[in-house]
């Protein structure tokens, strides 16, 4: 297993790189942004970011734990599973769908942390992603949403992705149709913004590309 990450993309002495001989392996745990809606699971992110680590010369594997109308309730409740893969790397990308129903903000936080607890309890690393929720429940609620992913990650020491839906959400060429989900190329963009985060833990830099 990898050893647990920094607050950023940036190798330091707790991460350790896998040998190039080892494939690693990656659990991508998510709602519908992972799944891929209505996607073929081949132009899903996860299915894009392994042919993109591929391109790099890393032997990877991105397992698919997407579940589409997915919350953080949800996806904890679907860890084991997850975990049964024995991954190295966890990417969690959970909490658009609490934010649409109101979940209390101490709820999702308190999910999204047994989540990191239980996987690094295991050895596996954990890469957050950040979500937002739109400002249907006051100005409060959404502020606070925001900051639990900081305060998450500031907590457990983890890598965090910004929200991975800037600069495809509102985008109509990178959506599909119901302007909710991201089609083919919204998935892509969304592996491209990941992928900074996954490279370093496997000692591969912009500068070695």
């Known amino acids: 297993?990898?050893?647990?990450t920094a607050g950023t993309s940036t190798l330091d002495a707790r991460q350790v790189a896998v040998p190039p001989a080892d494939p690693v392996r990656i659990v991508a745990l998510g709602d519908s942004?992972?799944?891929?809606?209505r996607l073929p699971r081949s132009e899903a992110y996860p299915a894009v970011l392994e042919v993109a680590l591929k391109e790099e010369g890393v032997s990877a594997v991105v397992i698919n734990h997407g579940v589409s109308g997915d919350t953080s309730a949800g996806g904890l409740r679907r860890l084991s599973a997850a975990l049964n893969d024995d991954p190295d790397i966890l990417i969690v990308a959970l909490g658009v769908n609490d934010g649409l129903r109101g979940v209390?903000?101490?709820q999702v936080r308190r999910n999204l942390?047994?989540?990191v607890e239980t996987a690094q309890a295991r050895g596996v690393t954990v890469i957050l992603c950040a979500m937002e929720a739109l400002p249907l429940y006051g100005w409060q609620y959404t502020v606070d949403?925001?900051?639990l992913y900081t305060a998450v990650a500031e907590k457990y020491k983890l890598s965090l992705v910004p929200f991975i839906l800037m600069g495809v959400l509102g985008t109509p060429e990178l959506m599909s149709p119901d302007g909710i989900h991201?089609?083919?190329?919204g998935a892509r963009v969304i592996a491209s913004t990941i992928l900074p985060f996954v490279r370093p833990?496997?000692?591969?830099?912009?500068?070695?590309?």
Do not use: D, Q, Y
């Not at 991201?182 to 190329?185: L, S």
């Open 201 to 209: 833990l496997m000692g591969v830099s912009a500068a070695t590309r």
């Open 145 to 147: 949403f925001h900051n």
């Open 182 to 185: 991201p089609n083919a190329a």
């Open 1 to 4: 297993m990898l050893a647990a």
């Open 104 to 106: 209390a903000v101490e």
């Open 33 to 37: 942004l992972t799944s891929g809606h």
């Open 113 to 115: 942390e047994t989540i």
